[in-house]
């Protein structure tokens, strides 16, 4: 069961990241495609070149555009976002990356922060035109949980950190790795610059049935003793019989 667990994880984790890392690149490559004559103009041109890119990425909270001040100017969607424009990066997290960005002038994701009250994500920070930036930000729960397109095994219960910062927890991880101890298994893989660390437990449905195999493999060995027993006594019967 821990070999069939050790090897659903690592599927898991390179499919997972993968997948993710694809995506980030191909949205990537697109904004600057897109923008690849002249940056945005104004919020209603932005939200026209940007809306099919939100509506076919559901798990972005927000595609922004960053002045050279570092203030955001421009955001997609507009109604969630729109209390942030003009916000300066303050934030350690995500102002980081922008830094590194800028001086790698490579997309920079940024270490795990808290977007919105108790819930963890990213900022994947975009060098566009010398100093400006498009940002990616999105939940991690968004690309790690079990209803995420980038999963592989749904029902694979784990623990994902990035260094020692927890992004994503099955609902039943404690539960199971608690019970099942002996059975954990540990991973780790890289999202672009990050690299990040996974726990995980057979699902429940595997660990009913091998324990329905072995509570089958229990009975079975007891009727075959049962049976063996009572061959035993009618052939020491007739041995009996016979003397």
């Known amino acids: 069961v821990k070999k069939l667990a050790q090897k659903a994880l690592n599927e898991e984790a390179l499919y997972l990241l993968k997948n993710l890392e694809e995506r980030l690149t191909f949205l990537t490559n697109d904004l600057l495609d897109r ?5 945005p103009r104004d919020q209603k041109d932005y939200l026209r070149k940007t809306k099919d890119l939100i509506e076919s990425n559901p798990f972005l909270l927000a595609i ?3 002045s050279s001040d570092r203030r955001i ?19 350690a997290a995500p102002k980081e990356a922008l830094e590194q960005a800028k001086s790698s002038l490579q997309p920079c994701l940024s270490r795990p922060f808290e977007i919105i009250q108790g819930e963890s994500g990213y900022s994947l920070m975009i060098p566009y035109d010398r100093d ?6 999105f939940k991690a729960e968004s690309v790690f949980g079990n209803d995420s397109r980038f999963r592989l095994f749904k029902d694979l219960e784990m623990k994902i ?15 199971l790795s608690s019970d099942f101890f002996n059975l954990k298994v540990e991973g780790k ?5 990050r690299t990040l660390q996974f726990k995980a ?8 049935k091998t324990a329905y195999f072995w509570q089958s493999i229990a009975t079975g060995s007891i009727f075959l003793c049962f049976v063996l027993l009572v061959i035993v006594i009618l052939l020491q019967a007739l041995e009996y019989q016979r003397t």
Do not use: C, M
């Open 161 to 175: 950190s990035d260094q020692k910062f927890s992004v994503f927890h099955s609902p039943e991880f404690d539960n």
């Open 35 to 39: 923008y690849r004559d002249s940056p």
């Open 132 to 137: 400006k930036f498009f940002e990616l930000v």
């Open 73 to 91: 100017r421009f955001v997609s969607p507009f109604e969630r976002n729109k209390a942030v424009i003009g916000l300066k990066i303050e934030i």
């Open 189 to 193: 893989g890289t999202l672009l610059n």
């Open 201 to 208: 437990v057979p699902p429940q449905e595997l660990l009913e």
């Open 64 to 66: 922004n555009y960053i």
